[in-house]
């Protein structure tokens, strides 16, 4: 390991102006490419002091033996060049993207004297027109066999087109009419072309001329009494737009463009990017990259526009790009794409309408892939064993933990604390055993306090329910195993799961984790340490998981433990720390939600939901229907003389909701509005919280 010290350059040196950067190891193996608009600024930021370096920074520039430069005129210069020595190098630090499978494209070679329309993998090749990337080859193969009728291309190998030729015999497609049987002189060369040139501009998306005129020929052909002919014309018609519905319209303005969106956790990102032409998404594809560098979303969106159109030209490239964020240098990415396609190229992100609604569909297909890839590495035998066998050993734990238990706390600015509990079991979820807690042994924001409260409540269930016989106790019953010994809920809303055990005895706390996670750094964990250490517990391990550096903290220690970024321990512990976060946050949410639904009618007894909407639509607001005599609530159908007694009651017993205030103006909203917060039909008020508080949640 190489202290960066040793090979900085000399104040000076670094010239101040646009350029490229190579840092190499000890073996002269080129590990990281950057381009910068300033050389110096930039280069700057990695000889500072290593604890101030991000942890993946940190190992690259220690993993480096020196550091050299090119300068370059221009941005869009210092773009290329990144480009190509990435592709020459394939630096181990940089971002590299992946394709998650290999995807089938429609070719046309163009590059031969009778062009062939076929299915072409890898690489491209040079005189050859792409279309696509389609998902599977049989959707190629459909699209091309509908538009044959109308295109007759050669789709035959060399060996079988010179053999054709040899014998002086088209194939069988020959003689069906699906091939113009270039091969035996029933078309010359230079119609053959054009053919393909027409099915090119078909393909493209440049499709409606071309119905227009068939359906002109095929007109003329009815009025000219050529009745065959125009049959043909209409088949031909009817085949086109066959093979147009087999992608459906996303744009109605027939734009090209392609929309790229991301998907990213703190080590992996997948992209996912959706090909539109003619309005028409005409192809998908997908990448999963491991995050090496510290990188924004924006720096991945510029790394896949570099792989995505690095080696395009012309109209491969389209006149639009639709991304999630931008580059920090859009101009420069925004000129080399517009050199490259050889016009003005936009960039940009979506903000309404069609476009907007289609990246979001792009978005979610995004992180589906990412889910997807997550799972299949989760699911493997062999990589779940490594990690549980990696954790061990790095917490020095005395056999892998088999059954690991992480919690987190959740709040809004200190209201509706919860916390979670999540289990996994053989590096697997265990959804049936995950408990949700409310914090209630104080009020206000104090998280480590929290948890302390949440482990000591957890782990006093487990030391009662070990001394038990494993039957309920005198005066307890199932539903306690859904609470938490006070009468808080800790249970999943799958209330049969929750009551019985796989074996169908009841489920309790009985069985102990070999490793307890914290959501959190050096004060969670104390708090976790000392609960166990005061309920006598000194055989489960305790860590936490701060999120900010993905660091591993463990009781008393000083230093947390820093696991590899490709380490299969730290993966599963990030996968259990975020389905905590994922699990607590849903159930303060949906806390939050009743809270806020809740009005001066939830306490009416036998006053149900159809009811209370029916009053609310009737006097409008809780104000009017407070002010209201008990003849005037009778009028109002299913409520009777002593339901609208009780109601009278009760809303003469509650205080009044205090003003509504419009957090944008500090203008107090007009009382007569309608109340939603009295159990009437529509949105609840989560919408009216200002965006700094609902920033705040965790």
Not at 377 to 395: G, H, M
Not at 605 to 614: D, N, S, Y
Not at 634 to 648: D, H, L
Request: charged share 30%; proline share 5%.
């Amino acid at each position: 390991m190489a202290d960066p010290s040793s090979y900085r350059p000399r104040p000076g040196e670094i010239p101040d102006s646009p350029g490229v950067y190579r840092f190499r190891d000890e073996h002269r193996r080129v590990i990281y490419v950057g381009k910068a608009k300033s050389l110096r600024q930039r280069l700057a930021n990695y000889f500072q002091d290593l604890a101030n370096l991000h942890p993946r920074t940190r190992t690259m520039v220690t993993t480096a033996a020196s550091v050299e430069w090119t300068v370059v005129s221009t941005e869009v210069e210092a773009l290329q060049l990144e480009y190509s020595w990435i592709k020459e190098y394939d630096p181990r630090f940089n971002v590299k993207y992946r394709d998650d499978k290999s995807y089938p494209y429609l070719a046309v070679t163009m590059n031969e004297e009778f062009p062939r329309v076929q299915v072409m993998r890898g690489h491209k090749k040079k005189g050859v027109r792409y279309f696509g990337p389609y998902a599977h080859a049989w959707a190629i193969r459909d699209t091309v066999d509908l538009l044959l009728r109308v295109f007759p291309v050669r789709t035959c190998s060399a060996g079988v087109f010179k053999n054709a030729a040899r014998t002086g015999r088209p194939c069988l497609l020959g003689y069906i009419g699906k091939c113009s049987a270039p091969c035996v002189g029933r078309i010359s060369p230079e119609d053959h072309r054009e053919l393909a040139e027409e099915f090119c501009d078909f393909m493209a998306g440049r499709t409606g001329a071309y119905l227009r005129r068939l359906e002109k020929q095929m007109m003329e052909a009815a009025e000219e009494m050529e009745y065959e002919r125009a049959a043909r014309l209409r088949d031909d018609i009817e085949a086109l737009r066959k093979a147009m519905e087999k992608n459906a319209v996303v744009l109605a303005d027939a734009t090209d463009a392609d929309l790229i969106a991301v998907a990213e956790d703190e080590l992996e990102a997948a992209v996912q990017i959706f090909h539109v032409r003619g309005g028409r998404v005409r192809g998908q594809r997908g990448w999963v990259t491991d995050k090496v560098e510290e990188i924004t979303t924006g720096a991945l969106v510029e790394h896949a526009l570099q792989q995505l159109y690095g080696e395009e030209t012309g109209d491969a490239v389209p006149k639009e790009v639709l991304v999630p964020a931008l580059p920090e240098l859009v101009e420069p990415v925004q000129e080399w794409l517009t050199v490259r396609r050889g016009a003005n190229v936009s960039l940009r992100i979506p903000q309404r309408g069609d476009k907007k609604a289609l990246m979001e569909t792009v978005q979610r297909n995004a992180q589906q892939a990412l889910a997807l890839h997550k799972t299949k590495r989760a699911s493997d035998l062999t990589t779940r064993s490594r990690a549980l066998e990696e954790i061990a050993e790095a917490l020095g734990l005395d056999s892998a933990p088999l059954r690991i238990e992480c919690y987190d706390i959740s709040h809004l600015q200190g209201d509706d604390v919860v916390a979670s509990m999540v289990v996994f079991e053989d590096g697997l979820q265990r959804k049936s055993e995950y408990r949700r807690f409310q914090i209630k042994g104080f009020a206000g924001q104090d998280d480590v306090r929290s948890m302390h409260e949440v482990i000591t409540r957890r782990f006093r269930r487990y030391l009662a329910e070990k001394e038990k016989t494993g039957e309920w106790t005198d005066g307890s019953g199932p539903e306690d195993a859904l609470t938490d010994g006070d009468g808080t809920l800790t249970g999943t809303d799958e209330i049969t799961n929750a009551l019985k055990d796989d074996d169908g005895r009841p489920k309790k706390f009985a069985y102990p984790p070999q490793l307890v996670v914290v959501d959190g750094g050096q004060p969670q964990v104390a708090a976790a340490r000392r609960a166990l250490d005061e309920l006598g517990i000194d055989d489960i391990a305790v860590c936490g998981l701060a999120k900010r550096l993905e660091e591993v903290w463990l009781p008393g220690d000083d230093d947390p433990v820093v696991l590899p970024r490709t380490s299969e321990g730290l993966y599963l512990l990030q996968r259990v720390r975020d389905e905590a976060h994922r699990f607590a946050i849903t159930y303060q949410r949906t806390k939050r939600a009743k809270r806020f639904r809740a009005g001066p009618l939830d306490d009416v007894p036998g006053l149900g939901e159809t009811r209370k909407q029916a009053l609310i639509k009737h006097f409008g607001s809780v104000k009017r229907l407070r002010s209201a005599t008990i003849e005037q609530i009778q009028e109002v159908p299913g409520i009777g003389r002593k339901t609208a007694e009780t109601i009278a009651a009760a809303l003469a017993q509650a205080a009044p909701a205090a003003p509504a205030v419009n957090t944008a103006t500090g203008e107090i909203i007009d009382d007569e509005e309608p109340d939603t917060t009295a159990g009437s039909s529509g949105e609840p008020v989560t919408a009216g919280l200002p965006d700094e508080r609902r920033g705040q949640e965790r």
